[in-house]
Protein backbone atom coordinates (compact mmCIF):
# COMPACT_ATOMS: atom_id res chain seq x y z
CA UNK A 1 0.00 0.00 0.00
CA UNK A 2 1.24 3.59 -0.86
CA UNK A 3 2.39 5.70 1.94
CA UNK A 4 0.12 8.46 2.66
CA UNK A 5 1.21 12.19 2.03
CA UNK A 6 2.02 14.10 4.36
CA UNK A 7 0.66 17.91 4.29
CA UNK A 8 4.28 19.80 4.29
CA UNK A 9 5.31 23.44 4.78
CA UNK A 10 7.67 25.69 4.27
CA UNK A 11 11.04 25.21 1.95
CA UNK A 12 10.84 21.41 2.38
CA UNK A 13 7.68 20.42 0.91
CA UNK A 14 8.79 19.84 -2.37
CA UNK A 15 12.11 17.80 -1.24
CA UNK A 16 10.21 14.37 -1.48
CA UNK A 17 8.21 15.22 -4.36
CA UNK A 18 9.59 11.95 -6.26
CA UNK A 19 7.45 9.65 -3.63
CA UNK A 20 4.46 12.12 -4.31
CA UNK A 21 4.67 11.86 -8.03
CA UNK A 22 5.09 7.35 -7.75
CA UNK A 23 2.23 8.01 -5.17
CA UNK A 24 -0.05 9.40 -7.08
CA UNK A 25 1.23 6.95 -10.36
CA UNK A 26 0.23 3.63 -7.62
CA UNK A 27 -3.19 5.30 -6.88
CA UNK A 28 -3.83 5.33 -11.08
CA UNK A 29 -2.66 2.37 -11.44
CA UNK A 30 -5.65 0.90 -9.89
CA UNK A 31 -4.65 -2.73 -11.52
CA UNK A 32 -0.61 -2.95 -10.30
CA UNK A 33 0.76 -4.15 -14.01
CA UNK A 34 2.88 -1.14 -13.82
CA UNK A 35 0.56 0.76 -16.09
CA UNK A 36 -2.20 3.01 -16.64
CA UNK A 37 -4.93 2.48 -19.01
CA UNK A 38 -8.07 3.36 -19.83
CA UNK A 39 -9.87 1.37 -16.69
CA UNK A 40 -7.24 3.02 -14.63
CA UNK A 41 -8.35 6.37 -15.86
CA UNK A 42 -12.03 6.05 -15.46
CA UNK A 43 -11.14 4.51 -12.03
CA UNK A 44 -9.53 7.74 -11.01
CA UNK A 45 -12.70 10.14 -12.18
CA UNK A 46 -14.64 8.25 -10.24
CA UNK A 47 -12.49 8.71 -7.55
CA UNK A 48 -12.04 12.32 -8.23
CA UNK A 49 -16.33 12.46 -8.13
CA UNK A 50 -16.70 12.40 -12.23
CA UNK A 51 -18.47 9.15 -12.81
CA UNK A 52 -19.93 10.00 -16.65
CA UNK A 53 -16.52 10.55 -18.20
CA UNK A 54 -16.74 9.83 -22.06
CA UNK A 55 -14.89 7.25 -23.50
CA UNK A 56 -13.95 10.01 -26.10
CA UNK A 57 -12.18 12.10 -23.15
CA UNK A 58 -10.23 9.13 -21.76
CA UNK A 59 -8.79 7.69 -25.43
CA UNK A 60 -7.79 11.90 -25.95
CA UNK A 61 -5.61 11.68 -22.61
CA UNK A 62 -4.33 7.89 -23.67
CA UNK A 63 -3.15 9.76 -26.99
CA UNK A 64 -0.93 12.31 -25.22
CA UNK A 65 1.20 9.60 -24.67
CA UNK A 66 4.04 7.92 -27.13
CA UNK A 67 3.35 4.52 -25.68
CA UNK A 68 1.93 2.57 -22.58
CA UNK A 69 2.02 4.44 -19.84
CA UNK A 70 4.53 3.48 -17.54
CA UNK A 71 6.32 5.87 -14.27
CA UNK A 72 8.66 6.88 -16.58
CA UNK A 73 5.97 8.15 -19.23
CA UNK A 74 3.83 9.36 -16.59
CA UNK A 75 6.50 11.36 -15.00
CA UNK A 76 7.04 12.87 -18.68
CA UNK A 77 3.63 13.37 -19.28
CA UNK A 78 3.42 15.29 -15.91
CA UNK A 79 6.33 17.26 -16.41
CA UNK A 80 4.70 19.09 -19.91
CA UNK A 81 1.71 20.02 -17.69
CA UNK A 82 3.79 21.84 -15.70
CA UNK A 83 5.26 23.61 -18.44
CA UNK A 84 4.58 27.42 -17.12
CA UNK A 85 4.27 27.11 -13.68
CA UNK A 86 7.55 27.64 -11.90
CA UNK A 87 8.24 24.66 -9.64
CA UNK A 88 11.66 23.84 -11.41
CA UNK A 89 13.89 26.23 -8.96
CA UNK A 90 12.20 24.75 -5.87
CA UNK A 91 12.69 21.17 -7.17
CA UNK A 92 16.29 22.36 -7.79
CA UNK A 93 16.91 24.41 -4.73
CA UNK A 94 15.89 21.09 -2.52
CA UNK A 95 18.81 19.20 -4.24
CA UNK A 96 21.04 22.04 -3.92
CA UNK A 97 20.81 22.05 -0.31
CA UNK A 98 23.21 18.83 -0.53
CA UNK A 99 25.32 20.32 -2.98
CA UNK A 100 27.03 23.33 -1.83
CA UNK A 101 29.67 23.20 -4.53
CA UNK A 102 27.28 23.46 -6.95
CA UNK A 103 27.77 20.73 -9.56
CA UNK A 104 24.76 19.66 -10.40
CA UNK A 105 25.35 15.97 -9.79
CA UNK A 106 25.28 14.07 -6.37
CA UNK A 107 27.21 10.94 -5.54
CA UNK A 108 24.08 8.07 -5.46
CA UNK A 109 25.49 6.82 -2.63
CA UNK A 110 24.84 9.63 -0.74
CA UNK A 111 21.64 10.85 -2.89
CA UNK A 112 20.68 7.40 -1.41
CA UNK A 113 22.05 8.03 2.40
CA UNK A 114 20.38 11.11 2.05
CA UNK A 115 16.46 10.00 1.03
CA UNK A 116 16.81 6.89 3.06
CA UNK A 117 17.50 8.68 6.51
CA UNK A 118 15.93 12.15 6.15
CA UNK A 119 12.66 13.35 6.58
CA UNK A 120 9.99 11.65 4.33
CA UNK A 121 12.27 8.76 3.96
CA UNK A 122 12.51 6.73 0.29
CA UNK A 123 11.81 2.68 0.69
CA UNK A 124 14.41 0.50 -0.72
CA UNK A 125 12.03 -0.04 -3.24
CA UNK A 126 11.72 3.78 -3.92
CA UNK A 127 14.92 4.25 -4.63
CA UNK A 128 15.13 1.68 -7.21
CA UNK A 129 12.81 2.68 -8.70
CA UNK A 130 14.45 6.83 -9.28
CA UNK A 131 17.34 4.96 -10.17
CA UNK A 132 15.82 2.86 -12.61
CA UNK A 133 14.04 5.74 -14.41
CA UNK A 134 16.72 8.09 -13.53
CA UNK A 135 20.02 6.24 -13.84
CA UNK A 136 23.60 7.89 -12.14
CA UNK A 137 26.61 8.39 -14.94
CA UNK A 138 29.18 5.53 -15.39
CA UNK A 139 30.86 7.72 -12.19
CA UNK A 140 27.73 7.14 -10.25
CA UNK A 141 27.02 10.53 -9.83
CA UNK A 142 23.00 11.45 -10.25
CA UNK A 143 22.36 14.25 -12.52
CA UNK A 144 19.85 16.33 -10.30
CA UNK A 145 19.30 19.11 -12.73
CA UNK A 146 18.59 16.89 -15.53
CA UNK A 147 16.43 14.98 -13.11
CA UNK A 148 14.29 18.08 -12.33
CA UNK A 149 14.40 19.35 -15.96
CA UNK A 150 12.64 16.10 -17.34
CA UNK A 151 10.16 16.43 -14.01
CA UNK A 152 9.10 19.79 -14.86
CA UNK A 153 9.84 19.84 -18.64
CA UNK A 154 9.37 16.63 -19.81
CA UNK A 155 12.43 15.88 -22.13
CA UNK A 156 16.25 15.68 -21.85
CA UNK A 157 18.76 18.84 -22.08
CA UNK A 158 19.81 19.14 -25.03
CA UNK A 159 23.61 17.91 -24.42
CA UNK A 160 25.92 21.02 -24.69
Known sequence: A???????????ANSNVFSMFEQAFTIMDQNRDGFIDKNDLRDT???LGRLNVKQEEI??????????INFT???TMFGEKLKGADPEETILNAFKVFDPEG???LRKDY?????TTQ????????MQQMFTA???????????????????????KDQE
Open 2 to 12: PKKAKKRTGEG
Open 45 to 47: FAA
Open 59 to 68: DEMLKEAPGP
Open 73 to 75: VFL
Open 103 to 105: KGA
Open 111 to 115: VTQML
Open 119 to 126: GDRFSPAE
Open 134 to 156: FPPDVAGNLDYKNLVHIITHGEE
